[in-house]
């Protein structure tokens, strides 16, 4: 409900502003034309004086200010005209009558200023009563997860305030270069009807935009990603807790290849984690404990960091304050002591684990860990290869990650077979969630209607810049 009505919020204010800022030009012309009767006296003085350079300065006057269908600005125009033809006595004829049109004129001006208000003022009203009930909900969104919120803020490092800002435009910058790369690459090679001179151009726009934003978005984005604070204050769900082996982190920081004749690197940044992360946005917010030590975070969770020697408390009351924990299995004591403990003081329904590809060792030690052993079948070298969730009594559900028999595309990311292996596990004992194999896409699909945001964006920015120099 929060996003529905922030989202609508922004639209009506969108709209708001727009017309607000055609009110205020049509406003700014009819004060300007107030001046009129200024202007053709000064117009008159000119014929009088037979300054034909003066003559040409009001007239333009009169172009750019009176309203499109004007009778006095036709008048100044044929009187102008004369003048430029050396016949001062027909052009001050011309304008003999011209006070009446020029009223007339005013008063279609001031006319269409308010009709424009009119049109304006209710958008504004209702987008500052959404905006009210937006900003309403957000407070108590925030204190939804105000314990979680105050927990985690004590392991968030501070950074300097305009840090996330300054970088998120970086980001857009980056992201917009990918899009207009791709295009330009797209365009190149499919828009036969082209001449080879623009189609070479085009596409070496194309290649030299992607490279660019490719390393602009490196850099970038970890410097622009959310915390974990940040994160859940902007969602009254239950967190979602992610746990792994902190050697798990260069393999799920790989951007996976995507079926078709372009890689993931030319259409998407994304991680695994990012993609994984996607998915469990069905249930919530999801937060991860960072490396201690690392100068940026992986991108994927939202990380906060755990003090070294004093760790276990503070995953522990996460997984008492979490909806749902997810834990990829790995190497490290501390890693199986957190099986151990969500075990032990969890409900089952709230455990999901991830088994890695080509690791019979883990599902090994995984079954001495189950009071009824999984039996996972590690046969292969995926990401992951099985996802298992439990039963009330703790009896293991192991459902496996990849293609099901029957399908006509076994080709796709990693991350959307986990996800879906996810989804069927969790259906199994009560839990539904829908599409989460196909939320995987979405940080990409909000990333690029951002991109696509800007047009309008831009749109509004040269309304206001008019109106500022205009006025």
Do not use: C
């Amino acid at each position: 409900m929060t996003r529905l009505v922030t989202a609508a919020a922004v639209v009506v204010g969108y709209v708001a502003a727009l017309l607000t800022i055609f009110a205020g030009i049509d406003l700014r012309e009819a004060v300007e034309f107030d001046d009129a009767p200024a202007h053709l006296a000064a117009f008159r003085q000119a014929l009088d004086r037979a300054d034909d350079s003066q003559v040409s300065e009001e007239y333009l006057w009169f172009a750019d200010r009176a309203p499109s269908r004007s009778s006095s600005r036709a008048s100044i125009s044929l009187a102008t005209g004369a003048a430029h033809d050396g016949e001062f006595d027909l052009a001050t004829r011309f304008v003999g009558d011209v006070e009446a049109n020029i009223e007339e004129d005013r008063s279609v001006l001031h006319a269409e200023a308010a009709a424009s208000w009119g049109r304006a003022v209710p958008w504004l009203v209702v987008g500052a009563i959404l905006a009210a009930i937006a900003v309403v909900l957000r407070r108590r969104q925030r204190r939804a997860n105000a314990e979680v919120v105050a927990l985690v803020s004590h392991y968030v490092p501070p950074r300097p305030a305009w840090r996330r800002p300054v970088f998120m435009v970086v980001t857009g910058i980056g992201y917009t270069l990918l899009v207009v790369g791709f295009l330009a690459v797209v365009a190149a090679t499919r828009a036969n009807e082209l001449p080879w001179a623009a189609r070479g151009v085009i596409l070496i726009i194309g290649v030299i935009a992607l490279p660019i934003a490719y390393y602009v978005l490196r850099y970038s984005r970890p410097r622009s990603a959310k915390g974990a604070a940040e994160t859940l204050r902007d969602d009254s769900r239950k967190p979602v807790l992610y746990l792994r082996g902190f050697g798990d982190d260069p393999d799920s920081a790989v951007v996976d290849e995507l079926p078709g004749a372009l890689s993931a690197g030319l259409l998407s940044v994304h991680t695994r984690e990012e993609q994984l992360i996607g998915a469990l946005g069905a249930f919530g917010p999801v937060i991860a404990v960072g490396r201690p030590g690392e100068q940026l975070p992986h991108l994927g969770a939202a990380r906060f960091y755990l003090p070294g020697d004093d760790w276990q408390p503070g995953v522990l009351k996460l997984m008492e304050l979490s909806q749902l924990i997810v834990l990829r299995l790995g190497e490290g004591d501390g890693l199986w002591w957190e099986v151990d403990q969500a075990r032990a003081t969890q409900p089952p329904g709230k455990l999901v684990l991830l088994m890695p590809g080509g690791r019979p060792d883990l599902a090994e030690r995984l079954d001495e860990h189950l009071p009824t052993p999984a039996k996972v079948a590690v046969t292969d070298d995926r990401w992951t290869t099985a996802v298992i969730v439990f039963d009330r009594d703790w009896t293991p559900r192991v459902q496996p990650v990849g293609p099901f028999p029957g399908e006509r595309n076994r080709y796709g990311a990693p991350a959307f077979y986990v996800a879906r292996a996810m989804q069927k596990a969790l259906r199994e004992i009560g839990s539904r969630r829908r599409a989460m194999g196909y939320r995987i896409n979405s940080r990409m699909l909000v990333t690029y209607g951002k991109v696509l945001l800007l047009v309008p964006a831009l749109f509004l920015v040269a309304g206001v810049l008019r109106l500022i120099f205009l006025w």
